[in-house]
């Protein structure tokens, strides 16, 4: 990227593949480049220059609308200040990138899906009168609906006590099992990094390699 004083490197040299239904913890210090190697594999972002392979298609070599659509049917993304809309209830946020694919059984799966989650009974409140780790089920929920290849997640317990973020967590490595979805997240948790198949862990922007031999 490019600031007032030239050009800023972020991320040097980084390369690593993961295998269907494997999890992965990136980990580091803060300003390490966590948050912008995420969004580089989510598409989010454009590196000036590399590969970012989703199932097998280079998400930089077509365009951002192919990019967007893939995005759609391929990746899920959890965010540590859930993101959802506050105008619909818990059912609606969930049944909105299902609907956005057309499909029609889009209420039947985002219910099914809040019923897994342990919101059930959930279903029509608006985000506003759930609590934190309600919001971030409801967040889980509609990564996991689409059954995406590849679920990403920053800091997905970060704003949630410790209790709740460890039920948070134990729901997302149960659903990343069933599924076989690959889960990747960002986390200062040594407890949930331990958890995850391999670490990936950056300094000064570049993949500790003894890390990811783990």
Known sequence: MHDSTGTLTILHEIDFSLAARQSAAIVGASGSGKSTLLSIIAGLDTPTTGTVRVAGVDIFAIDEDARAALRAQKVGFVFQSFQLL???TALENVMLPLELQGRR?????????LGRVGLGERLRHYPKVLSGGEQQRVALARAFVVQPAVL??????????????????ELMFELNRETGTTLVLVTHDRGIAARCDRQLRIEAGRVDLGALAM
């Not at 059984?105 to 219910?111: C, G, L, N, S, W």
């Not at 990403?152 to 709740?164: I, Q």
């Open 86 to 88: 506050a105008n619909l």
């Open 105 to 113: 059984d889009a209420r039947v799966q985002a219910t099914e899906m």
């Open 152 to 169: 990403l997640a920053d800091e997905p317990t970060g704003s949630l006590d410790f209790a709740t973020g460890e039920k948070v967590m």
